[in-house]
């Protein structure tokens, strides 16, 4: 394949893939009573059912750099959608709940591998182009999210075949997604094939980068604002609810949370290429955190749309964490180390935020003990953004830890 036909093939492959890594997860919880009722599935079961997504990109994620580095970028890429688009068809033919939940582990490992090694790949082969694709990565990620969050109950209640039918569609977009990996994979085997094999490379260890502060302070900061994310997703509306807001205005309020996502990914990739030092702009998302934090708390009836604009609008700071993993590496394969570090690290933040919200509402009986945990985690998010933020590359780290 010649060059420029490989680049383009990426770009569509990059985009077709980044629309696909979101609504395996994002699908499922408008039609999770009807997932319920036709799998004879219990409520425990059900929330750990939607517990996987964050548990599932943490677990995965740790192993996508041994899997990019045994099948290559391009080829762990078509095994990231290949695994997705087989375990989101196959969900939608079982009726046993282990065997669904063995297929949505399968799903969201693929997407596991996808998210981490989608960054490497742009910036193994669109060094010049880093920004203006992380910014087409980040908006089809926010694309497949809404989108499939629109569409999945309406689906469900009009398409033959209900539920099934509303979560089988994406088995079908994933499968799509990996046509271009296939043909890309393929070409990248055989110029694999020529090329004399590299010795002394860095670990395929996620782990490999704790030598690094930027790659500390990104994991805390990637975290900080998964678990953020999660929250206000999982537990905003409710909050607002409680605070004198009927379910309609509440949930009303709550659906500007997602539609942020698409002007930071448009914005904050090239926000942080042309930015030497964007450590302000850390600070500037912390302050629209705990502002909007204290609105939902102290006036949730006042102001509820701008509260939850201004969680919106500090939710840029998930675009700008993964334009900081390519800003701030240099080699394809320590931003494939650092990628699948702060994933695999974030994640477990998302999976045990929600879950810790809730439980201290359900101890104390309200939301002043939650509120304030949130925030005084804006002081982690702060923190650990302006150190992962300062100039300076994690490859540079590494060797001077190294000697």
Excluded: C
């Excluded at 002007?263 to 629209?288: E, F, I, Q």
């Amino acid at each position: 394949m010649r060059s420029q036909a490989r680049l383009w093939w990426g770009v569509v492959a990059v985009v077709l893939l980044a629309v696909n890594l979101r609504p395996g997860a994002t699908s499922l919880g408008p039609v999770l009573a009807e997932v319920q009722a036709g799998l004879g599935m219990d409520a425990a079961l059900a929330g750990a059912l939607t517990a996987l997504p964050g548990l599932g990109f943490a677990v995965f994620g740790a192993v996508a750099v041994a899997v990019g580095l045994r099948l290559g970028l391009a080829g762990g890429l078509f095994l990231a959608a290949v695994a997705s688009a087989v375990g989101l068809l196959g969900r939608t033919f079982v009726d046993s709940v282990p065997l669904f939940f063995a297929l949505t582990i399968l799903a969201f490992a693929g997407m596991a591998i996808g998210n981490v090694l989608v960054p490497a790949y742009i910036k193994s082969h669109y060094p010049n182009r880093t920004a203006s694709l992380m910014s087409a990565y980040t908006i089809s990620l926010a694309i497949g999210a809404t989108a499939s969050t629109l569409i999945s109950a309406p689906l469900s209640d009009a398409a033959p075949g209900g539920w099934r039918a509303s979560l089988g569609i994406w088995g079908l977009a994933a499968l799509l997604a990996a046509v271009p990996w296939a043909v890309l994979a393929a070409s990248e085997r055989r110029r694999r094939l020529t090329e004399v094999a590299v010795t002394n490379r860095p670990s395929s260890s996620v782990f490999g980068v704790v030598g690094s502060r930027h790659a500390v302070a990104l994991a805390l900061f990637f975290g900080m604002q998964s678990m953020q994310a999660y929250v206000q997703f999982g537990w905003v509306a409710q909050m607002l609810r409680d605070g004198g807001l009927s379910a309609t205005a509440a949930g009303g309020a709550a659906s500007l949370l997602a539609a942020f996502g698409l002007a930071g990914g448009l914005v904050m990739p090239l926000v942080v290429a042309r930015l030497r030092d964007p450590r302000w702009v850390v600070v500037v998302l912390g302050v629209l955190l705990l502002a909007g934090w204290l609105g939902v708390w102290r006036a949730p009836t006042a102001a509820p749309w701008l509260w939850a604009s201004l969680l919106g609008l500090s939710g840029f700071a998930f675009p700008m964490a993964l334009a900081l993993v390519t800003a701030r590496t240099h080699d394809p394969h320590v931003t494939t180390q650092v990628s699948g570090f702060i994933q695999s690290i974030g994640y477990l933040f998302s999976a045990i935020g929600p879950l810790l919200v809730g439980v201290l509402f359900e101890v104390t009986g309200g939301w002043d003990v939650p509120l304030w945990f949130l925030l005084g985690s804006v002081l982690v998010f702060v923190a650990s953004g302006v150190v992962a933020s300062a100039p300076g590359l994690v490859d540079d780290e590494l060797a001077a830890r190294r000697g």
